[in-house]
């Protein structure tokens, strides 16, 4: 159980497009869900708390309005990055925290590559 | 801003060697957690160790943690191949309990 999935697994665009990531808790609900970001060699980021039925909460220095975050059900999260650049290729990944349990147990999906042309 | 310090930031041993790696951090903690993550996937979460333990074990893995120090270690015994990863430890940040992941130490065991 506790299997989070993420799609697509990658994603080239070009730069100026909008590119939207999925998350889903398959066997869970999630009224919580994480949006990290990840360099090459480097650590994860979290750039943003997705929570169920409100809105998101964004870490400092990351634009709203760029990185566009949908909670729309218990299961489902999407990011979106809007009008896209190069600077924003990187890896993307998502976790989820299980309703009702423990606040530091998350469990992640398998990340997202988006490189932006 | 991330909390944890990991080092070394890489490590190449032989397998069936034990390989090891440290992670400080600066604020007190509840628990601490150590993932791995294999080269382009996402995270797999291998232990999680509250502070009024000192030591735990997992199959091969054996993690300690030294509050006083506030530094945790994560053993790896009698390594394959397979645990080609790199390793991040991971704590609460102390204000709302989201997270912070460590630098992260790149393990390569060759065969």
């Known amino acids: 159980g506790a299997v989070v999935s993420q799609h697509p697994s990658w994603v080239i665009c070009k730069s100026g497009t909008s590119v939207k990531i999925e998350c889903r808790s398959l066997?869970?609900?999630?009224?919580?869900m994480f949006w990290y970001r990840q360099f090459p060699k480097q650590s994860l980021m979290l750039m943003a708390t997705s929570n169920e039925g409100s809105k998101a909460t964004y870490e400092q220095g990351v634009e709203k309005d760029k990185f566009l975050i949908n909670h729309a059900s218990l299961t489902l999260s999407t990011l979106t990055v809007t009008s896209a650049h190069p600077e924003d290729s990187s890896f993307y990944i998502c976790s989820a925290r299980r309703s009702g349990v423990p606040y530091n147990e998350q469990f992640f999906g398998p990340g997202t590559r988006l490189t932006v042309l | 801003s991330q909390q944890g310090e990991e080092d070394p930031q890489a490590l190449s041993i032989q397998e069936g060697e034990n390989a090891t790696m440290n992670c400080s951090y600066k604020t007190s903690i509840n628990n601490l957690q150590w993932y791995r993550q294999n080269s382009g996937r996402g995270l797999v979460h291998l232990i999680l160790i509250r502070s009024n333990e000192r030591e735990k074990h997992s199959g091969r893995l054996r993690v300690t943690l030294d509050t006083s120090k506030k530094s945790s270690s994560l053993l790896i015994t009698a390594s394959r191949a397979a645990d080609t990863a790199s390793y991040f430890c991971a704590t609460p940040r102390a204000d709302d309990y989201k997270l912070s992941f460590g630098a992260g130490t790149t393990v390569t065991v060759r065969a």
């Open positions: 066997d869970f609900q999630a009224t919580t």
